[in-house]
């Protein structure tokens, strides 16, 4: 599949903050293995997108999409599950 890169938006960087410390490791970690495996088994396509999914990491999801033409994959909130879906 080749190696995509991993662009992580303000918003992102900013929820990452919020999260308490002792899960930060684990996020990072599923998220940059993202870039050998876009898709892995704990990933779902949100409904009505054409490019955008939700990756679960225990009670914490990680809104991203995936360019496969440029092979970027773009991180835009790491959130709560209760908060995740929310706009």
Known sequence: MGSFKIDWKSSSEHDL????KQYIPKIINAIESL????????????????????LRIGDYRVIYQINSQSKVITI????HRKDAYKR
């Open 17 to 20: 903050k919020k999260i308490t």
């Open 35 to 54: 870039a050998d495996n876009p898709f892995p088994v704990q990933s779902k396509k949100l409904k009505d997108s054409e490019s955008s999914y939700r």
């Open 76 to 79: 835009y909130h790491i959130r």
